[in-house]
């Protein structure tokens, strides 16, 4: 055993000359300087971009006619963080038996792992909170709906067919509905506190800090674009389209009931005081699209399989999200477009090294 200088953690002598051997194992698969940067105080874009969009979350929230919880902004993202901290702390574990049992070395410097998952809680924890605290509140901003626009333009956009109404119709059976609602109210929660922990400890620092990226500009943009055009969604505007299917879909209709009341308060007596659970609604663009779209496009260069695992996932997320009623198809496209876009901004602000192999959406061969 050799102790490591840089870290003070013990490493095999064989893992030791593997090291010098290899240039990617040295770097953790990413360039020396991006190491360096990420030890200094000088932030990267993705963070600049965080701390703004907090700063003015907050003005806007100070602002409101109300007084909104303040410790929101500590415990609105906090059973999600639990979430992220016990799934990474089982990951790492389970890396670290699985790289002392095959001999190979650690992909990052122990000291720089913990200080890219630092800064990595450090921009997601705020942005997270700030979203939740705006989106139980937009109605308070920014009071105009555009359901009846978003009904038409999903009629225009897809040739004078209405998606609620056509899948609605198409997908009656009891089974794939009961499926269904599992999928959108259950696996996707699981999805986020698995797939993110996944995304952030995949071996090139270079990935890792496009996918932080690209996350944190998904909820960052979708506040934007919730404040800038609400919706409740078809459900909450004409839910007599989703009755039948509702009916074998209990997951779906036990959280709709409790928005409904979050909507009713909001709207009916927006001063008095309200208790949050889900943050109330908002269906312009779906954000559940936009998240799995982007765990699809960032699983793409680690595993074939979780790739088309996830592409799945997005198609039924996509069926679910009318079905439910929580979303005009309209939405789901915005949602994907969010997603991909994001991928492309996070791999333009970290491209791969040369050989590297974290190819973007949009590279030609």
């Not at 415990?75 to 001999?103: D, N, Q």
């Not at 039948?244 to 709709?256: A, E, H, K, N």
């Not at 997603?339 to 791969?352: K, M, T």
């Amino acid at each position: 055993m050799i102790l490591e200088a840089e870290s003070g953690v013990a490493e095999r002598r064989e893992e030791i000359e593997y090291r010098q051997k290899q240039p990617a194992a040295r770097d953790g698969g990413a360039p020396r300087d991006l190491q360096v940067r990420l030890r200094s105080w000088r932030p990267f874009p993705h963070e600049v971009a965080a701390l703004l969009y907090v700063v003015v979350g907050v003005f806007l929230l100070e602002r409101l006619p109300v007084t909104y919880p303040r410790e929101g902004l500590v415990i609105a993202a906090s059973m999600p963080a639990a979430g992220f901290g016990v799934c990474t702390a089982v990951l790492l574990g389970v890396r670290e038996l699985l790289r002392r049992r095959k001999g190979r070395p650690r992909e990052l410097p122990p000291a720089v792992e913990a200080l890219f998952l630092f800064r990595a809680i450090v921009v997601l924890f705020p942005v997270l909170s700030v979203h939740f605290l705006l989106k139980s509140f937009i109605w308070l901003v920014n009071p105009r709906t555009w359901d009846v626009f978003l009904w038409d333009l999903d009629r225009a956009v897809h040739l004078g067919l209405s998606p609620s109404l056509f899948l609605t119709g198409a997908f009656t059976g009891r089974g794939f509905l009961r499926f269904l609602d599992l999928v959108y109210s259950n696996v996707y929660f699981l999805l986020i506190v698995v797939s993110v922990p996944l995304l952030l400890l995949v071996r090139e620092l270079n990935r890792r800090l496009a996918f932080l990226a690209a996350y944190a500009f998904v909820w960052m943009a979708g506040s934007v674009a919730y404040l800038a055009f609400p919706a409740w969604g078809p459900v909450f505007v004409f839910p007599d389209v989703f009755e039948d299917v509702l009916r074998y879909m209990p997951g779906t209709v036990s959280v709709q009931e409790v928005l409904f009341r979050e909507i009713h308060s909001l709207v009916n007596a927006p001063l008095a005081p309200r208790i949050l659970r889900f943050g109330c609604v908002a269906a312009f663009p779906s954000l559940h699209l936009a998240v799995v779209t982007l765990f699809a496009a960032a699983s793409r260069p680690v595993s074939r399989a979780w790739f088309v695992a996830n592409v799945v996932v997005v198609v039924l997320m996509l069926l679910g999200s009318v079905v439910t009623g929580y979303h005009y198809l309209v939405d789901g496209w915005a949602g994907i477009a969010l997603g991909l876009g994001a991928f492309a901004l996070g791999s333009r602000l970290f491209p791969a090294t040369p050989g590297g192999v974290f190819p973007t959406l949009l590279q030609r061969p």
